[in-house]
């Protein structure tokens, strides 16, 4: 059974379809990148996906279980998600806001979860690369640091699904290959995990599969290296490949 899954699915925002038709599932074990240029749909279809983005047609599923039909505690049993944008609103430890990952199971600041939920909240933070700011306000960081606390968060749900934005974004590039290195870990731990990415090399390296989308319809679903073909390339995201590396506009 795959951990999350849209049926044909549709959107439709401020009257614009922004997703048609959509269908795609994440099955344990998996790290599916969804890629694709700005405004294909990536962030809407993680959205639907953790239940976020009402459909206007279709079924978005977690665990094989309609998310409609889920309260916000069991979705966050289910499905842990981190946005692209992730400023924060009020001043809290990074410790405190890591802890939100266990809201599902606790809903309690971290000194006062319990002990097994401290030591997942601890070995989010440590994952993550953010133990050491743990005791530190969210807004006296930087954009990086803040990244990974986030991150933590989302780790720290220990959900069956991991459902995330752009995670390498403002971060150096250490930190992005660690980041990406974490999520590869939580695939090969058996969790199901899909990511929207930008960069294309990334998606060849981590991926096990990618689902390309253009203007809301999937125009691609397979292994990365069938998938980034010339043809796709050239029709969606309007580049070819550089035989120096990297790409350049048709």
């Known amino acids: 059974m795959s951990a999350g899954a849209l049926i044909h699915a549709s959107v439709t925002l401020g009257g614009r379809c922004v997703l048609e038709e959509v269908s795609l599932s994440v099955s344990p074990g998996e790290l599916v990148a969804l890629a694709g240029p700005n405004g294909a749909g990536k962030s809407t279809v993680l959205r639907a996906l953790a239940g976020l983005a009402p459909l206007s047609a279709g079924e978005a599923q977690l665990g094989g279980t309609d998310v409609k039909t889920l309260s916000p505690t069991q979705r966050g049993r289910k499905a842990a998600w981190l946005a692209q944008e992730r400023a924060s609103a009020w001043s809290i430890r990074v410790k405190d806001l890591a802890a939100l990952g266990r809201f599902a199971w606790s809903g309690a600041p971290y000194e006062r979860l319990a002990e097994a939920d401290r030591a997942i909240v601890d070995d989010a933070l440590a994952r993550a690369g953010a133990a050491a700011l743990a005791d530190r306000p969210l807004d ?20 069956p699904l991991l459902a995330v934005d752009e995670p390498a974004a403002a971060l150096d590039l250490r930190h992005q290959y660690e980041a990406m290195a974490v999520l590869r870990a939580e695939a090969d731990l058996g969790r199901s995990v899909i ?21 809301g319809r999937v125009a691609a679903d397979a292994a990365p290296r069938a998938a980034l073909n010339a043809e796709l390339l050239a029709q969606v995201f309007g580049v070819r490949r550089r035989s120096a590396g990297g790409y350049e506009p048709v």
């Not at 954009?143 to 959900?159: C, T």
């Not at 990511?195 to 203007?215: F, K, P």
């Open 195 to 215: 990511a929207a990415l930008h960069d294309l090399d990334a998606v060849m390296l981590w991926a096990d599969r990618v689902i390309v989308l253009d203007q």
């Open 140 to 159: 006296a960081l930087s954009g990086g640091e803040q990244a990974r606390a986030h991150l933590a968060r989302a780790l720290a749900a220990r959900a």
